[in-house]
């Protein structure tokens, strides 16, 4: 399978489906006439090599290239997934589906990143109704898993595995809707809330800021962990559901909602809308309130994956997909050179690691070279199990040189190094670099200790012989620059 995906449209969406391409691995072709487009793109790609990379404990794979077409023919030309993102008009798309066709490998899937398009609107006419499916991913689409994949009835089903499978290896999660209808499911939701949302400005009842902190401080929060069942579920109290249905049941027939009905969207509105979200927000750039929406985003989904739940556990599986390239050592056997410093960690610094200076904050330091440590003491065999058992190690200190500053969304990578690994001691030295340049070493002592007593313990010989061995092969490298120095001795 080539990885070439070409984005016809390259605007918010197309851009956000660029850059989430891309920042995986795959080369991206963009075909958009706006003149400004290759600016438009490169400005969002910046936010997203920001954000996205450090969602992941594990390096994303090398970033591929972008080109920008003036034909779609040159633009699809052996493309094995086209994803159209033009406005969101149903004659545009036509014509963009007639002419990538026309020049299209058949195998290629078609997405269509449509709001509310059925797929069976969008096969109309086209030359092979069966390549065609939509895609309908969330803004920011780099950063957000949801796809809803809508096939339609026309649709190949080897097709459809196909662009699961694709999507699941972009990081996203493909939400397979089998029966098509307009808005698919989740804007369906969407559009209940805007239409509560401008009967509430249109009657005086609240303004945008109102309604934002109404969603923001409360059931938006609920939503992103739960969802709309399971927390109602919860407040049913213990006897669940059926209680909940049976006391707001009601409510469905009082006037609690007006979505029967539709504002209408006058100009008077419209400028008072404007208005309102010009006084809530007018002090950011869009790009400036792209980077809070990210960062807040990254804090939120790592939170997440760090209980594995919701979208949290998609990032979850991702990273097992990354980790299982094995770029990263699991065993001593893995180790192509004993006798070589180890790689340990992997990553890019995730947005939430930086702070005020602009730059990765010092724990963040200790805390890479805490993942550092671990990987190096899985490696010598004090796996889960042998941590179940009763035997770990204790750090007992640790010296880290700040050298060099770095950026959110930097890849770094750690090598470590034993200096001793005899009886109770585990004595490391870590360097973090961002390509060639060293940025920070971290020297650790650790003790062997055993978790029942709390106390100094020799390892046992699964642990003891590996970390013997590499410590051996590890006693031919040269003492590193630094090690055993004390703070405010350069070494
Ligand atoms: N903005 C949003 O929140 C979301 C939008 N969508 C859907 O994504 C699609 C695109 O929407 P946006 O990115 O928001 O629109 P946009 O207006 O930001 O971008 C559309 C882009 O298409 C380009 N374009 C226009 N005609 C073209 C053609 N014939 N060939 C190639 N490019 C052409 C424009 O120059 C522009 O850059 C729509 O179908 C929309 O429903 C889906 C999810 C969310
Ligand atoms: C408003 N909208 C219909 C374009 C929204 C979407 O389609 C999805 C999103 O990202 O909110």
């Known amino acids: 399978m080539t990885r070439i995906a070409t984005i016809i449209g390259g605007g918010v969406i197309g851009g956000g489906w660029a850059a989430r391409f891309l920042l995986n691995g795959w080369d991206v072709r963009v075909f958009d006439p706006d003149p400004e487009a290759a600016r438009k793109i490169g400005e969002v790609l910046d936010n997203a090599r920001a954000s996205l990379p450090g969602l992941y404990d594990m390096a994303l794979p090398d970033e591929g290239t972008l080109t920008f077409h003036d034909t779609i023919k040159e633009a699809v030309a052996g493309a094995s997934w086209v994803q159209e993102s033009v406005p969101e008009r149903l004659e545009i798309k036509h014509r963009v589906f007639a002419e990538v066709q026309a020049h299209l490998d058949a195998e290629a899937v078609i997405g269509s990143s449509t709001s509310g398009f059925k797929p069976s609107q969008l ?197 097992r997909a990354l980790a299982a390239r094995g770029a990263i050592a699991e065993t001593l056997e893995d ?29 963040r330091y200790l805390q890479a070279f805490g993942d550092a440590t671990d990987r190096l003491m899985l490696i010598v065999g004090c796996t889960p199990d042998y941590i179940e058992q009763g035997g770990s190690y204790f750090t007992a200190e640790t010296h880290i040189r700040h050298l060099d500053e770095v950026h959110a969304g930097a890849r770094i990578r750690i090598e470590s190094q034993v200096l001793e690994g005899a009886g109770k001691k585990m004595h490391l030295f870590h360097r973090m670099f961002e390509g060639d340049r060293l940025l920070a070493t971290g020297e650790h002592m650790l003790i062997h200790v055993s978790l029942e007593t709390r106390r100094a313990s020799d390892p046992a010989p699964s642990v003891a012989d590996p970390l013997a061995r590499l410590a051996a092969a590890h006693a031919a490298l040269p003492q590193p620059d630094g090690a055993g120095a004390a703070v405010g001795k350069r070494g």
Request: proline share 5%; hydrophobic share 45%; with cysteine.
């Open 123 to 319: 096969q109309q006419g086209a030359k092979d109704p069966s390549q065609i499916v939509v895609t309908h991913p969330f803004n920011p689409v780099y950063l957000l898993p949801l796809v809803e994949l809508v096939p339609g009835e026309a649709h190949d089903a080897r097709a459809v595995a196909w662009a699961q499978k694709v999507l699941e290896s972009i990081g996203m999660y493909p939400l397979h809707v089998k029966k098509e209808i307009d808005a698919h499911i989740a804007d369906r939701f969407l559009e209940a809330v805007w239409r509560e949302a401008l009967w509430l400005v249109r009657d005086g009842v609240a303004t945008t800021q109102e309604i934002d902190e109404a969603i923001r401080m409360g059931f938006g929060l609920r939503w992103a962990q739960m969802g709309l069942f399971e927390t109602y579920r919860i407040a049913g109290g213990e006897a669940g559901m059926r209680h909940f249905i049976e006391q707001f049941g009601p409510c469905l027939s009082w006037p609690w909602t007006k979505l029967m009905d539709v504002p209408e969207l006058t100009e008077d509105l419209i400028d008072q809308i404007a208005d309102q979200s010009d006084a809530q927000s007018g002090q950011y750039s869009i790009r400036e309130l792209e980077r809070h929406r990210d960062a807040n985003l990254v804090g939120m989904m790592r939170s997440l994956k760090a209980r594995d739940w919701g979208a949290g556990a998609v990032m979850a599986q991702h990273d």
């Open 335 to 363: 180790l192509a050179d004993l006798g070589a410093p180890v790689l340990t960690v992997d990553r890019a610094v995730p947005i939430d690691w930086t702070d005020y200076n602009g730059h990765m904050n010092e724990a």
